[in-house]
């Protein structure tokens, strides 16, 4: 039986090495020139045993970064992690990268990560665990609060930074990085991609080729047993990270692979199920059946969809944000059931489904303007309103969603709703 770690109380898994590291960095500013070790490590296990692995330095022997270059990226760090400056950080890491160009390639690949996690996070992710979301976290189990504070958005240079990294972690010299550099690398670059504006996506079909087999890759790489099939090395990484699961399946739906879409699904509804979390499997149990909602096979579609909508009466929780995404995801997938029901010629019962969806929209309107007068009268103060972030199960439709939404085919577009569906519900809708 393989282990199952425990549900992490957000929307992924978090890199908590860094902080740890800033520490030992401060409490031990000597020269990394004599350091000597056996087994490569990372910037995370500290600047002295990261910047001169003995293993490269036999083979090219790199002229040791200079103390000017140690002190540089310890103050951008500093920065980073001790004053939580992130406009001030990205200036100095873009000045550390360059200073290290003559590095192992290892080592450049690790700034550049450290680097693009700063590029690239929209915002940390305010839970009620009051957790946080990064984009190209490396697979861990043990997320740690961290304050708010204020991140950079650019996924189109986070990708080039991924991929200048992943060019060095498959190079010559690579091979010496530490094992979960690679697929963090290719989850990052994934994230990264499905972060672009979705006009960009539209215009260039390679990208969301490109996102899921990053996603893909990254499983694989992260599996913890040596199994004969993909397949089974993909369930594996699934159950290490269903978050990651779950954006492959949505990958998969913005590329046109319905079928490997929802058998993704139904792998990341298994993952999170297996972990206790009901919330997040019948999240993506519904958007299985919006997959094949998509294709011919609509008797399995519909079944699907049934058996979603069905097991939300089972969800529980103090999570209000998160229940109210799994009630939003519902009432989507009940407008999805009744254009099906509807193409299929079942007018009455996809007029009741219709019906039963736009109720639910209602009802969660109602709940949250129950909840802000409730939070206005206690004298809170204003709730700070973040963009959302374009990849995550944590950022799917929540409160504003409501069946007159759905008539605008932009905001069906953001759901990834396959065209095929669109149309059938665009027939539903006019006639209806």
């Given at each position: 039986?393989?282990?199952?770690?425990?549900?992490?109380?957000?929307?992924?898994?978090?890199?908590?090495?860094?902080?740890?590291?800033?520490?030992?960095?401060?409490?031990?500013?000597?020269?990394?020139?004599?350091?000597?070790?056996?087994?490569?490590?990372?910037?995370?296990?500290?600047?002295?045993?990261f910047l001169v692995p003995p293993a490269f330095a036999a083979e090219s022997k790199p002229k040791p970064p200079s103390n000017d270059e140690i002190k540089l990226?310890?103050?951008?760090?500093?920065?980073?992690?001790?004053?939580?400056?992130?406009?001030?950080?990205?200036?100095?890491?873009?000045?550390?990268?360059?200073?290290?160009?003559?590095?192992?390639?290892?080592?450049?690949?690790?700034?550049?990560?450290?680097?693009?996690?700063?590029?690239?996070?929209?915002?940390?992710?305010?839970?009620?665990?009051?957790?946080?979301?990064?984009?190209?976290?490396?697979?861990?189990?043990?997320?740690?609060?961290?304050?708010?504070?204020?991140?950079?958005l650019d996924a189109e240079a986070a990708k080039g930074d991924y991929d200048t990294t992943i060019t060095l972690l498959t190079g010559p010299g690579g091979n010496l990085a530490d094992p979960d550099e690679l697929p963090a690398a290719y989850l990052g670059r994934a994230r990264s991609i499905r972060?672009?504006?979705s006009i960009t996506l539209s215009q260039n079909a390679n990208l969301s080729k490109q996102a899921s087999s990053d996603y893909q890759k990254a499983l694989r790489l992260t599996s913890r047993e040596e199994w004969d099939t993909n397949d089974e090395m993909e369930a594996d990484g699934a159950q290490r990270n269903p978050y990651a699961a779950w954006e492959w399946g949505m990958a998969l739906r913005n590329d046109g692979q319905l079928d490997k879409a929802a058998q993704t699904h139904i792998l990341a509804s298994e993952s999170?199920?297996?972990?206790?979390?009901?919330?997040?499997?019948?999240?993506?149990?519904?958007?299985?059946?919006?997959?094949?909602?998509?294709?011919?096979?609509?008797?399995?579609?519909?079944?699907?969809?049934?058996?979603?909508?069905?097991?939300?009466?089972?969800?529980?929780?103090?999570?209000?944000?998160?229940?109210?995404?799994?009630?939003?995801?519902?009432?989507e997938a009940r407008v999805a059931l009744a254009s099906l029901l509807w193409s299929n010629n079942e007018k009455a019962a996809a007029e009741?489904?219709?019906?039963?969806?736009?109720?639910?929209?209602?009802?969660?309107?109602?709940?949250?303007?129950?909840?802000?007068?409730?939070?206005?009268?206690?004298?809170?103060g204003p709730l700070v309103k973040m963009k959302k972030l374009a990849f995550t199960i944590d950022d799917t439709v929540g409160t504003e969603g409501s069946c007159s939404r759905f008539k605008s085919d932009k905001f069906l577009d953001s759901l990834s709703w396959p065209k095929s569906l669109q149309d059938k519900f665009a027939k539903l809708n006019k006639l209806a």
């Open positions: 039986m393989m282990d199952v770690p425990s549900p992490p109380a957000t929307g992924t898994y978090i890199d908590t090495d860094a902080n740890m590291s800033i520490q030992r960095i401060l409490n031990n500013p000597s020269s990394t020139a004599t350091n000597s070790r056996s087994q490569p490590t990372l910037l995370s296990q500290g600047i002295r045993d990226l310890r103050e951008a760090l500093g920065t980073l992690y001790g004053e939580r400056n992130p406009d001030k950080a990205l200036e100095l890491l873009t000045k550390a990268v360059a200073s290290w160009e003559r590095q192992a390639p290892d080592e450049r690949a690790a700034l550049f990560r450290v680097r693009v996690q700063k590029e690239e996070t929209k915002r940390m992710a305010h839970r009620h665990s009051r957790n946080y979301i990064q984009i190209g976290a490396p697979f861990s189990h043990h997320p740690i609060p961290h304050p708010p504070i204020k991140e950079l972060s672009l504006p999170f199920k297996e972990i206790g979390d009901r919330a997040r499997s019948v999240i993506s149990k519904l958007d299985a059946g919006i997959d094949l909602a998509g294709t011919e096979n609509v008797g399995e579609a519909v079944k699907i969809l049934k058996e979603g909508i069905k097991s939300t009466t089972l969800v529980e929780g103090r999570d209000i944000d998160l229940l109210q995404r799994v009630i939003a995801k519902e009432g009741a489904e219709l019906g039963e969806a736009c109720g639910r929209f209602d009802q969660l309107q109602a709940d949250a303007d129950v909840r802000e007068k409730a939070r206005i009268k206690s004298g809170a």
